[in-house]
Every structure is written in structure tokens, then in C-alpha cells.
């Protein structure tokens, strides 16, 4: 049985992926493929990324988990799984740590493999320049209420320090994970149909629609207008707040994207990403896709 696992990364296009996967699936059942995405893994009471957590609860959660992987090897040829929060979340304690980015993510890969029973699987990640990732992330979590201050978000953790290559060889070493292929957010739009016929068959991949942009962040001056409306009403709402600024200046056309760091940081992220993409590109079991 083959087994590959897109695990995102959170803000490289993974619901756009797992949106053009979708539109895939009678293709991908009629060649054997069973693909699970957030549809069918975040059943409120049975989400697999809960029971990758710590704790006896989060335990007795893998033993259903585990019955039904058992149950789809014995059927299906091939099972492929897209689930960003298989690394962990975008909340800032599940983000970042002086050890680098998704400071869980080795635990929960490894019980994701213990799972599927160690079987041999091949992960499938984007990446993105660090302080875009961050930006981009801080904007969610700005949206869900839970962010308002970017260096608050951070808490002292250098976006510049956040290793892709580091995280790529943490999932190496798990015991069950063969191959790790990666991809540059940045060349999502060049590289998505190389994505695809590197987890599909050919004759799968090449009916692959491309769905719309399906999350978008804040703009500048959503931004600035949600800081505005708190300060102006300290009990409103974040959320509605910043849902209503979002829809009243969306991004796009000339709207300036959200900006939380000097030209200084940005220069150093840059290049701190460029030297990243050279090292994660000579890691033994790293594909990494190009334009």
C-alpha cells in the first residue's frame, strides 16, 4: 500500500490543494486512491489531529483511528491523507520555540506513523519566506481573535531563525517517513502541477482544476482599522471587528498587504530564506520541486 501525507505547511496554499484534490475524487476512487482531507478528518469527536496530542484522552483516540487505517490498507492501493494540522497549529505556544518552527511536529509525525502502522510514507510540504509565513499566519490568528500584536505573536522568536531544512530533517527522522518532497510557496503557481503528478498518477493529475485563491489575509488597512475599532470600543468584538474590516478593505488591486516588520527584517529573512531553500536542497530524502 502506498501512503503519502500532505501536511501543508499552514499559509503555503493548502487549502487550495486540498480544494483542487477534492475536485479529483472520483478520478483519484476509480484508481484506487482513497484521499481524507479536513472534511474527514476534523469530525467534531473523531479529529485526527487531536489524537496526536499528549495525554491518555488523546491516546484512546488513536486506537479508532488506527482500526480504520487497518481497514482502508486492506481495500485501497493507495491512501493520501492532506491535513496542515498533522505538523501542528499556527497558534504562537504550537508555532514557534527557540528549537524552530512546529516545535510538536515530531511527536505527532510519529504518532501519525504509528497510525498507519510505520508503513512507508511520503510527505508533501510547501514552504514559505519566514516573515510572509509569519505575517500571514499572525493574520489568521488576528482574525480568530486571538492576536492583536505582531511581536506579541512572535514573543521574541526571530522570524529569520525559522528553518525549513531543520524541520524537514526532524520529520526525517521519524521512523515510517521515507521521503520528504517540498516546494517553495513562492512558486506554487509554476510548480502545483509538478505537486500533483509527484502524488497522483498522471492520468489523475491531469484533470486538476485551479480553484480560486480560498483564504486571504488582511490587507494594511483592515489592519489598521480593526486596532482602530478596539481601541475605540475595548468589549467589541475581534472577530466580527475584524471580519467587517477585512470586507471593507479587502486585499488585492492596490491595497497594501499587511506590513509588521522593518526593511531591515525583511532583508534579513530573505536571505536567511535563500540559504535555507540551498541547505533543504541537499538533504538526503528532500525532493525539493522547481520551476
Known amino acids: 500500500m502506498a501512503l503519502t501525507i500532505h501536511v501543508g505547511a499552514h499559509k503555503t496554499a493548502s487549502t487550495h490543494t486540498q480544494q483542487t484534490l477534492r475536485g479529483l ?4 476512487t476509480a484508481a484506487g486512491i482513497m484521499y481524507l482531507d479536513m472534511r474527514a478528518l476534523r469530525r467534531p469527536g473523531h479529529r485526527l489531529d487531536s489524537s496526536l496530542e499528549n495525554g491518555p484522552a488523546a491516546a ?13 490498507s486492506e481495500i485501497w492501493p493507495h491512501i493520501l491523507l492532506s491535513e496542515e494540522n498533522t505538523l501542528g497549529s499556527i497558534r504562537r505556544e504550537r508555532l514557534m520555540c527557540p528549537e524552530g518552527v512546529y516545535p510538536n511536529a515530531v511527536r505527532r509525525m510519529d504518532r501519525l506513523c504509528a497510525i498507519m502502522r510505520r508503513r512507508p510514507a511520503v ?26 500584536d505582531f511581536g506579541d505573536y512572535t514573543d521574541g522568536f526571530d522570524p529569520a531563525a525559522l528553518s525549513w531544512s531543520g524541520l524537514a530533517e526532524r520529520l526525517l527522522s521519524v521512523r515510517g517517513v521515507a521521503q520528504v518532497v517540498v516546494w517553495r510557496h513562492e512558486d506554487h503557481a509554476a510548480v502545483r502541477g509538478a505537486v500533483l503528478r509527484a502524488m497522483l498518477p498522471e492520468a489523475v493529475a491531469r484533470y486538476a ?25 475595548a468589549n ?5 471587528i475584524a471580519r467587517e474590516a477585512k470586507t471593507r478593505f479587502p486585499r488585492g488591486g492596490d491595497a497594501r498587504p ?13 536571505e536567511s530564506y535563500r540559504q535555507d531553500i540551498d541547505r533543504l536542497s541537499r538533504i538526503d530524502g528532500v ?5
Open 25 to 28: 475524487w472520483p478520478r483519484m
Open 287 to 291: 525532493t525539493l520541486l522547481r520551476p
Open 236 to 240: 467589541g468584538d475581534p472577530v466580527t
Open 258 to 270: 499587511l506590513s509588521v516588520a522593518d526593511a531591515a527584517t525583511r532583508d534579513r529573512c530573505l
Open 60 to 72: 484512546r483516540r488513536r486506537s479508532p483511528w488506527r482500526r480504520r487505517m487497518d481497514q482502508a
Open 123 to 148: 510527505l508533501f510540504m510547501g514552504v514559505r519566506e519566514p516573515l510572509s509565513f509569519l505575517t500571514s499566519a499572525f493574520s489568521m490568528e488576528v482574525q480568530g481573535g486571538h492576536e492583536l
Open 209 to 233: 482544476d485551479n480553484p480560486p485563491p480560498a483564504v486571504v489575509g488582511l490587507s494594511q488597512a483592515a489592519y489598521d482599522e480593526i486596532l482602530r475599532r478596539l481601541a475605540a470600543d
